[in-house]
């Protein structure tokens, strides 16, 4: 080691400077606005026409919601209160509040059984969405429908008990025969099923006051509700049918493979509109008089088969990206058809298809607003119908049809959100 | 059984549904309810209030004729119907009666086979128009966007007056009367076309209504009346009856206030007396009780009274009666004697 430099040189700074904030131009909310908004002359112009637009819609919406009417019986009296300002008349919701929400027939006494069944669905989905919560929620999951059921439409319990007992019977006989070959399981489950539903009339018709609820009739139902109903109806009913048509149409069987290609074929080349007038219109022909076939189901029906087709072929989609090297090593392995499908395919395949999968079900769930079309009263039917032709509220439109978009927007944009959350969940793979 | 249980409890009211095709009187009273086909809404004539009970013109029809048969003005399940599916819920036997301002035509009495049993409402199709275009008659509408509702009579009496006059149109369909509204306040059509009585609400649900004419021409008839389906001539009876019972009394000078005392025993006025059934046996006739008139009036008072109370000056509406008076008015309404 020289002792060149042992001596202390006057030049050399021997303590640290303190550290200095970077300069306004290159940190902070200034150079944020800078590189952001005007970073150059051609984005400095389009900032500024952005800000005079947004002050626009801004300065023109803001009197309309701060003026706001929210006491009044009728859109005259919003008017005489207004006096000319500009200002909604919020009114409208108000008053038909409930109307919006359970239709103008539902009894509004019953108001609260709806409104659990709504708040149960949040714990009954809560399983299936999240698998970390504890599994033997999902006991609720699978009482929920038949709770819900008879909550929304009264009657005795007894009637969807029956139906579950029905259906737990064949799936005991449906286990019971499956290992001796899967076709007589299926139809040894369905006949039992049938069996205990077909005698099950002999107990619920003489206790028809059992632990009854006021029966309400599915054409009372309406508002928000009906979406409701339909919507999840529609998406958990369609799903598994969906997977089912889609394992079909590339079944080896031919004849189960071309029922399942012209079901899809034929419901995806008919506007949904076309079956819900089939449902509500034709149908009525075909049935002999006196044959009351409910409404609501056959708009179940049609519109469960109308997004079962399209979520088919997303599936469907999910499978072909599949290697074939999956199918073959779970052979290899040893796995039957349905042990293969249940734990190496499908699960691959449902997570390639998960956004489409979620894409069908906003747009269904968003498409129940059609059965206005057939004088059902949903949100929309209630909003077009009884209540734009009342005396009173003739002419209100702004504020009605906000409140619809307020009331589908959070759900269509909560099911997208949880997507991605569960796209990110599954990431497992290579990318 | 099977259904019983699958379907039973969705289905409580609609076991009502579709009934058959003769007997329609025997079914409504076996039924203990009438199944009225009304519109999903038009103000004035049928909307469900906030309560959600059915108000207005038309649905006053439908609670007469249930009063009339089965003694109680709320038994009706009001089955709502649009432009495009009322024909087929009437044939097809859902509802028993339809009164939802439909034009009595030739095609739908014959061809449609339905059964026009009268008319409560004359109305025309007349034309509204901003001030601001300086339209004064409805000739000089020559390129004019027209709002117009689909599936009903106006459209092609539109077509037809267009075409005798030689002008040109641009049509704007649209399917309800209040989506009409923000399109023509929007000025996505320079004119909107219905039935004046439609034009009348409309415009009397306006900010401005003064800033809107309506045309004086009237280019169609537009007769709108309850219907029943052909081939049943009893029901046909006592539907028509029934409108007719409520037009008398107003001619007859019965009204809901003073009918309790008119109908304790017979008075001065024969043609009364065999109304309100205090004397002669009109309503065995019909298959229905003595009192069923009463009962018919009573429901929501005579004709005047239920266009006074639904449409008339006092209404946000605010109809005249016009050709909707009785025949000693001026009017067109004119019943066959009760006798």
């Known amino acids: ?431 | 059984m099977k259904k019983s249980v699958f379907f039973g409890a969705m289905t409580v009211a609609a076991l009502a549904a579709g009934a058959a095709a003769a007997g329609t009187l025997d079914d409504v009273k076996a039924r203990g309810k009438l199944n009225c086909g009304v519109t999903t809404g038009l103000v004035g004539f049928a909307a469900p209030d906030a309560n959600g009970e059915w108000q207005g013109f038309d649905v006053g029809v439908c609670r007469a004729v249930a009063a009339a048969v089965l003694g109680d003005p709320s038994a009706v399940e009001f089955v709502p119907t649009t432009g495009k599916t009322r024909f087929t819920a009437l044939a097809s036997g859902e509802i028993d009666m339809l009164a939802r301002n439909t034009t009595w035509t030739f095609s739908r009495d014959v061809d449609l086979k339905f059964e026009f049993v009268g008319v409560n409402y004359y109305d025309g199709q007349g034309f509204m128009v901003p001030k601001a275009l300086g339209v004064s008659s409805a000739k000089e509408l020559d390129g004019a966007t027209v709002c117009i509702q689909t599936g009903t009579t106006t459209e092609l009496n539109l077509a037809d007056y267009f075409r005798t006059n030689n002008i040109s149109y641009e049509p704007v369909p649209i399917e309800t009367n209040a989506e009409a509204q923000p399109l023509y306040l929007e000025g996505a059509c320079d004119v909107y076309t219905t039935d004046a009585s439609g034009l009348a609400a409309t415009r009397a649900a306006f900010e401005n209504p003064g800033d809107h004419v309506v045309l004086p021409e009237i280019i169609s008839k537009e007769p709108l009346g309850p219907l029943v389906r052909h081939g049943d001539s009893e029901w046909g009876d006592v539907v028509r009856w029934s409108l007719n019972a409520l037009i008398a009394a107003e001619e007859l000078g019965v009204t809901s206030a003073n009918i309790g005392e008119m109908s304790m025993a017979a008075g001065d006025n024969p043609e009364i007396n065999r109304l309100l059934g205090t004397e002669g046996t009109l309503g065995e006739m019909l298959g229905l009780s003595a009192d069923w008139a009463k009962n018919a009036i009573m429901a929501g008072g005579n004709y005047g009274e239920i266009f006074e109370k639904n449409i008339g000056e006092n209404t946000p509406i605010g109809l005249g009666r016009g050709l909707n008076a009785q025949w000693t008015d001026g009017g067109l309404l004119y019943v066959p004697p009760f006798r």
């Open chain 1, 1 to 431: 080691m020289s002792d060149t430099n042992t001596t202390p040189v006057a030049f050399v700074r021997d303590a640290m400077l303190p550290e200095q904030a970077a300069p306004i131009t290159a940190a902070g909310p200034l150079a944020w606005i800078k590189k952001n908004l005007f970073d150059g002359w051609f984005n400095s112009i389009l900032t500024i026409v952005a800000i005079y637009f947004i002050y626009l819609i801004v300065s023109g919406a803001f009197p309309w919601f701060y003026n706001g009417v929210w006491t009044t019986d009728s859109l005259a009296e919003c008017r005489e209160i207004l006096q000319g300002k500009t200002g909604g008349c919020f009114s409208v919701l108000t008053e038909r509040w409930p109307q919006l929400l359970f239709g103008f027939k539902y009894p509004s006494e019953e108001y609260w059984r709806p409104t659990i069944a709504f708040f149960a669905l949040f714990v009954a989905v809560a399983p299936v969405l999240f698998n970390k919560l504890p599994r033997k929620l999902l006991i609720v999951t699978a009482i929920f429908p038949f709770a819900a059921f008879w909550l929304i439409w009264g009657g005795s319990i007894l009637v969807p008990i029956m139906v579950a007992v029905g259906l737990i019977v064949g799936y005991v006989v449906f286990t019971r025969l499956v290992y001796q070959s899967s076709a007589m399981g299926m139809i040894g489950g369905l006949v039992a099923t049938v069996a205990v539903w077909m005698l099950s009339g002999y107990i619920t018709d003489p206790l028809s006051g059992f632990l009854a609820l006021e029966p309400v009739p599915s054409r009372d139902m309406g508002g928000f509700m009906l979406n409701f109903i339909l919507g999840v109806t529609c998406v958990s009913l369609s799903l598994p049918l969906g997977i089912l048509l889609a394992l079909g149409r590339q079944s080896d069987m031919l004849i189960i493979k071309w029922i399942c290609v012209v079901f899809i074929e034929f419901i995806r080349g008919v506007p949904l509109i076309t079956l819900l007038f089939v449902a509500n219109v034709v149908l009525g022909y075909f049935l002999p008089p006196g044959t009351n076939f409910d409404l609501i189901l056959r708009v179940i029906i049609m519109i469960t088969m109308f997004s079962a087709a399209y979520i088919a072929e997303v599936v469907r989609g999910g499978l072909a990206a599949l290697p074939k090297g999956q199918a073959e090593a779970a052979g290899s392995l040893g796995l039957d058809y349905a042990q293969s499908m249940r734990l190496i395919i499908l699960p691959q395949a449902l997570k390639i298809s998960i956004p489409g999968i979620v894409n069908v079900a906003v747009g269904l769930f968003k498409d129940t607003v059609l059965v206005s079309v057939i004088s059902m009263f949903d949100l929309v039917g209630m909003i077009r119908g009884p209540i734009l032709a009342s005396t009173e509220w003739n002419g209100v439109y702004w504020e009605l049809w906000l409140a619809a978009v307020l009331f589908f927007f959070p759900i269509c944009y909560g099911i997208s959100q949880y997507s991605q959350w569960l796209e990110r969940q599954l990431a497992t793979g290579h990318r």
